[in-house]
């Protein structure tokens, strides 16, 4: 249900002084937990004027209760302490766990201008929290105990993550640099939020618009739908509008025949944030320069060091140990790839030429057309026989659809969840693309599990998929597939959390391991069982014939030379971003950008970076900086993993409830490289993982 209101979320706001004043008269949803299950959030109750207020109110409740923890008489205790931080909050959290997923996903104009306004004040709320001079004073105290307090291991382990957090934080600087400590984060919060709607605005305007039809040659009839529909919600009936993703390379450019178009997409897509009212350099310089000082005053020689080391990696050596084994490897797998290419083109193709020449050698060498596999890969079809089932296969899931709670756009589709012993909590979809979602894929969470607090999780995954004309099947890529699968992954992740503390619960565990359980949920999609249930023609219902399941196979490492340079390339980019020290003058982006990719090897003209710093969202718009290093990371845990379903059997109810219960279910609550070990045996090897990425020259 969606319900259509003044001011409601995804249209347009109210003027928001005004609201402001009218949402505390009238009663703010935010302020009592959800009357829907699970504490659902009553979208048919919010409004955008409810933000500010429920922001406002939730900051204070919080500062009232750490006031009240920090003069409490007598002796400090873990209970009085640690567990009172725990339970507060609660009004802050739930305004939000919304907010901020709506900046994603429904980003009005009314949400920008409250995320502007309050961005700041977050920053500073939490710097009040963690730099209070009498609350770091209680936690050093038990910290200093902790050998003593007979604590649980959780307990233990979520005294020690306090401690440690408040130190990386600042708790132990003296007052002048707490106060320049205030700034600087309170600064890089309003910058963050500035790239993110620069590049949200931008994208928007790069749209590239085709007049002619006869241009859009090679292109699906269904694709070619989407962009007319795309072109005439833009005010540009009987014209096409061909949309940019957030990476650099465009799905499209693998079927245009027509090159002139190939390459005024390429170019607007790489050129965003270069320039023109929406240019992000600016952003970009200030922000690595503000990380830089910030490290500084905590300590280390630059932002990398300081964000790295409570990663799993630990240090920026072990992260350069690593990439350093596979860059030089991939590059040159690149440039084979790229000459094979330029042989069938006849000519040296171009950055906008080779997805298009490496889908004709991909039909060459493997019979494979990707655009064939499309009237087999139906979304409703790919979700409950592909996505569900396999859920429900390895881990006993149920999911039923709810159409009783309220959305907070028409698109938007909820879920319950539950297995053989009952409710696990909610499932929710968004999966079109439209003007107000940011590029890209994630996971976010409306409610996060824990037992202190007695609730269980309502996880959402978000998806950018074109959505097609009315009444026409919205037929997806092999990749969209992949990414719904990786998505999925991260909402088990989330729904099946089993924590005390809401500290720990879900994703909340290292940035370089949190997608290890995201990646390895790919591994279903090629599942003979599952494939076979999924990949049905949308019209026959004939299954994907097995000539062209076998071909898929075979075609997995074809182009990885590719797509691990394009990777390897931003994450390295992100990592020569945060290695500057504070005193170091960078003046120009794209000088920076192109020779830190040099400087890695990696400077291979059809492979450039995934995302370029102006764009790279992940980095100046999220929490990924010094970070993206993480997704490989991850991918040697994953790679192993697979290995060890394969050893064991594969699909099998066992299997996925020894992940569950050893890695899915933990969340932060215990270390993750322990959790690995309890469930593999062992440390994780790298082998599998160069295996297949095609780099065992690495």
């Given at each position: ?9 995804c ?42 207020p429920?922001?406002?109110a ?5 500062r ?14 873990f ?18 766990r ?60 979520l ?22 400590l ?27 618009l ?131 290419l ?23 060498r ?28 390895l ?58 607090l ?52 879900g994703?909340?565990?290292?940035r ?15 599942e ?98 010094a ?8 991918e040697?845990?994953?790679?192993d ?29 215990v ?28």
């Amino acid at each position: 249900m969606y319900v259509n209101l003044s001011g409601n979320l995804c249209g347009t706001g109210l003027n928001l002084h005004h609201a402001h004043m009218l949402a505390r008269v009238i009663g703010n949803p935010f302020l009592a937990p959800s009357p829907l299950p699970f504490e659902f959030p009553d979208f048919a109750a919010i409004r955008e004027e409810h933000f500010r207020p429920a922001f406002e109110a939730g900051m204070a409740e919080q500062r009232a209760e750490v006031d009240a923890i920090t003069a409490t008489p007598g002796p400090v205790t873990f209970e009085n302490t640690i567990v009172g931080l725990e339970r507060s909050g609660r009004v802050l959290d739930r305004v939000s766990r919304v907010f901020f997923a709506l900046v994603g996903a429904c980003s009005t104009a009314g949400i920008r201008e409250i995320e502007a306004e309050v961005a700041p004040l977050l920053a500073a709320h939490s710097d009040a929290i963690v730099l209070d001079p009498r609350l770091f004073a209680r936690i050093e105290e038990l910290h200093a105990s902790r050998a003593e307090l007979g604590l649980d291991p959780e307990s233990l382990r979520l005294l020690e993550r306090r401690h440690r957090d408040a130190v990386r934080a600042g708790a132990r600087l003296g007052a002048a640099e707490q106060d320049r400590l205030r700034a600087l984060n309170a600064e890089l919060s309003a910058l963050s939020t500035e790239f993110g709607t620069a590049l949200l605005a931008g994208a928007n305007a790069a749209a590239v618009l085709v007049d002619d039809p006869a241009q859009l040659a090679g292109l699906s009839p269904d694709a070619v739908s989407a962009a007319a529909r795309t072109a005439a919600d833009r005010g540009h009936e009987g014209k096409h509008l061909l949309t940019l993703v957030l990476p650099t390379g465009q799905p499209a450019l693998a079927s245009l025949t027509d090159r002139d178009l190939r390459e005024r997409l390429h170019r607007a897509s790489i050129a965003r944030g270069l320039g023109g009212e929406h240019d992000t350099r600016a952003i970009v310089l200030r922000t690595v320069a503000l990380r830089a000082e910030r490290a500084q005053l905590l300590g280390h020689p630059h932002h990398a060091s300081w964000a790295v080391e409570i990663g799993t990696a630990g240090t920026v050596e072990a992260i350069d140990a690593m990439l350093g084994k596979l860059a030089p490897v991939a590059a040159a797998n690149a440039e084979a790839e790229a000459a094979e290419l330029s042989r069938t083109a006849g000519f040296p193709v171009e950055a906008w030429d080779r997805a298009f020449y490496a889908e004709l050698v991909r039909r060459e060498r493997f019979a494979l057309d990707a655009a064939a596999l499309r009237p087999y890969l139906e979304l409703e079809r790919v979700l409950h026989d592909g996505v569900f089932h396999a859920a429900g296969e390895l881990y006993g899931l149920r999911f039923a659809e709810r159409h009783d709670l309220p959305g907070y756009h028409p698109d938007v589709r909820v879920f319950d969840v539950s297995d053989e012993n009952g409710p696990l909590g909610l499932f929710v979809a968004d999966f079109y693309a439209r003007d107000s979602k940011r590029g890209g894929a994630w996971m976010n969470s409306f409610v996060t599990q824990s037992r202190l607090l007695g609730r269980r999780p309502v996880v959402t995954n978000t998806l950018n998929i074109a959505k097609p004309a009315d009444g026409e099947p919205t037929l997806l890529t092999i990749d969209n597939v992949r990414t719904l699968f990786h998505e999925f992954g991260h909402a088990l992740h989330g729904l099946f959390s089993d924590v005390e503390y809401p500290t720990f619960a879900g994703t909340a565990v290292p940035r370089d391991f949190v997608e290890y359980p995201s990646q390895v949920n790919e591994m279903w999609l090629e599942e003979p069982a599952i494939l076979a249930r999924y990949a049905r023609h949308h019209e026959t219902g004939e299954p994907l014939p097995a000539e062209l399941v076998a071909r898929l196979a075979e075609s997995r490492q074809f182009g990885e030379g590719f797509a691990t340079t394009e990777y390897l390339a931003a994450a390295l980019l992100d990592q020569a971003w945060h290695r500057l020290a504070a005193d170091t003058d960078v003046t120009g982006v794209e000088a920076f950008e192109a020779a830190a990719i040099e400087d890695a090897g990696l400077a291979v003209p059809t492979a450039p970076p995934r995302y370029r710093s102006t764009y790279f969202n992940h980095v100046f718009g999220g929490g990924y900086s010094a970070g993206y290093y993480s997704y490989i990371w991850s991918e040697v845990l994953d790679a192993d993993t697979v290995e060890w379903f394969r050893e064991n059997g594969g699909l099998r109810r066992e299997n996925g409830d020894a992940f569950r219960r050893e890695l899915l279910s933990r969340g932060g609550s215990v270390d993750p490289m322990d959790a690995y070990r309890a469930f593999r045996g062992r440390d994780p090897e790298l082998a599998p993982l160069l295996i297949r990425r095609g780099l065992t020259g690495a």
